[in-house]
């Protein structure tokens, strides 16, 4: 509604908010009262159709009724084509299509399938509102909270908290945002992901914040109020006294770089711990194999050796590029359209793309370790996961054999590995940091410090602005993070699972690389 006439909006605020009133207590007569609307001088068609389908979700999501909330998702998708650029048509989409999802009622392992396409492409319209740089950051907040919900609820705490942080930071109020922060961290501390006073110390602050602004709550969780009441503690025991965040001002600048924007591979999920030389710990604590098993380490811990050091390889390149510390003794002609060329710029190409080339290889350690058909050269991670290529064949999508049983057994890791798949594949909000991947392997990426285009334009070349290209590779390096973290997640559960079995089997613990070398200074 931004830019129109202040009586129209008023107009248009009041008639929402008469049908909203109504919904929670008479969900049918508000769909009735809806459907009724009509156009005049202060609501044009298009505004009455926006109503409408905001009615129809909200009311048919009480009603549990998937054919009144199809029907909203019908007339918001035809606004969304007709008026792209509005973004509070495109978050009332996005939440059409998640509450589709969520009404539709089916065994777990069944249920992330059949909504697969619903709630994918919820997360792209919820992903463009967050990064639309609205004036008002209230809806993009918003976008983000929900966006995070529906990475939570498919076991994607890593990136999920991250949009959490980022709705809170955008709007401290956001008692949903802090809410979700709460629950993700005592879910790792919980299961002893990381560090548990420090993830408590964490969760305590965003439940401080939560409380604070509790009588906002109704407002952002409408009829789930109760429900998060009852989830969130009343206060948490932190325990021992916790410096947390920890002082960071006589780190140097890469360490502060690598805190700042939150990509350490450490499972305190947020900043590094200045005083361990070998911060980045994620690790595999251990494997079981049967007794009969060959001599010999698995592969499994050398490929997340190189995994792991792949990662903070392209992490320090983007440091490099960023700092600007490489010396060029190249001499380039200049193409008179604020381009860049330069060492520092391929650095930067190259680490973004070094960052993405990892997912295919924790797809092909995830073959190695669960013994999964397909030779390791044709192995792609965005559809490393289920039978066939579904979309592609109209056919429906079907797991693996072997995920399906490990999802069965509790591995909810590879639900979170599989629909960070189902994003990078066409369509889905990540897709572009595999295309830009693509571009920057099989054409021409060219970096501009004014502007984005060429003096000529070729279909054979990209252009980006040095900023958007700078935050496109830290996205990756993020994404690539949570990846890892799912996969190392992955082996946990499946390990503890091992564990707990009656054949005989005995866990093999490897001892860290830089001990055994002599390198623990």
Not at 141 to 169: D, G, H, I, M, P
């Amino acid at each position: 509604m931004e830019s129109m006439p202040k009586e129209q909006a008023l107009h248009i605020r009041a008639a929402i908010e008469s049908l909203h009133r109504i919904v929670d207590t008479n969900p049918a007569g508000a769909i009735e009262q809806a459907r009724s609307l009509k156009a005049n001088e202060y609501l044009p068609q298009n505004e009455v159709d926006a109503i409408k389908s905001a009615i129809f979700v909200d009311a048919g999501n009480v009603l549990r009724d998937a054919n009144i909330v199809s029907q909203g998702v019908d007339l918001i998708r035809s606004l969304t084509e007709e008026q792209p650029d509005r973004m509070d048509i495109r978050y009332n989409l996005a939440n059409g299509l998640s509450t589709l999802a969520q009404i539709t009622k089916l065994p777990k392992k069944q249920w992330y399938l059949k909504t697969s396409d619903y709630r994918r492409e919820a997360r792209l319209h919820f992903e463009m509102v967050g990064q639309s740089k609205l004036p008002e950051f209230g809806i993009m907040a918003r976008a983000k909270t929900n966006q995070a919900n529906l990475l939570s609820q498919s076991f994607r705490w890593v990136e999920a908290y991250e949009l959490y942080r980022e709705a809170v930071q955008l709007d401290p109020q956001n008692v949903i945002a802090a809410s979700g922060a709460v629950k993700v961290l005592l879910r790792a501390a919980n299961r002893k992901i990381g560090h548990s006073n420090i993830l408590k110390a964490l969760a305590a602050k965003y439940l401080r914040l939560f409380y604070e602004h509790k009588d906002r709550l109704s407002e952002y969780g409408g009829k789930r109020t109760k429900k998060i009441l009852d989830e969130l503690p009343d206060s948490i025991d932190v325990g021992e006294d916790i410096n947390w965040p920890p002082d960071l001002s006589n780190v140097d600048d890469f360490s502060r770089f690598v805190a700042n924007n939150n990509l350490s591979l450490s499972l305190t999920i947020e900043g590094l711990n200045p005083e361990l030389r070998r911060w980045d710990c994620l690790m595999i604590q251990s494997i079981h194999e049967d007794i009969n098993t060959p001599h010999g380490v698995p592969p499994i811990f050398a490929m997340f050796n190189v995994l792991k050091a792949d990662y903070l390889a392209a992490r320090w390149l983007t440091y490099q590029a960023i700092q600007n510390l490489a010396r060029d003794s190249g001499s380039y002609s200049d193409t008179l359209d604020y381009a860049l060329y330069g060492i520092r710029e391929s650095i930067f190409t190259l680490a973004q793309r070094s960052a993405i080339d990892i997912l295919d290889r924790i797809a092909v350690a995830t073959s190695e370790y669960l013994e999964l058909k397909g030779s390791p050269s044709s192995i792609y991670f965005w559809k490393r996961w289920h039978v066939i290529d579904g979309r592609k064949l109209k056919q429906p999508l079907e797991w693996d054999p072997v995920i399906g049983s490990e999802i069965d057994k509790g591995n909810t890791a590879l639900i979170a590995l599989a629909e960070l798949a189902e994003d990078i594949a066409d369509g889905g909000y990540l897709h572009p940091k595999r295309t830009l991947r693509n571009e920057s392997t099989h054409r021409f990426v060219v970096v501009h410090d004014m502007g984005n285009s060429g003096s000529r334009e070729s279909q054979f070349i990209k252009h980006f602005s040095v900023e958007d290209f700078k935050k496109q590779t830290i996205s990756a390096l993020k994404l690539v993070r949570a990846a890892l973290f799912y996969f190392v997640d992955m082996i946990t559960i499946r390990e503890a699972h091992l564990g707990k079995d009656e054949t005989f089997s005995m866990p093999l613990e490897v001892p860290p690389h830089h001990w055994i070398r002599g390198n623990d200074d």
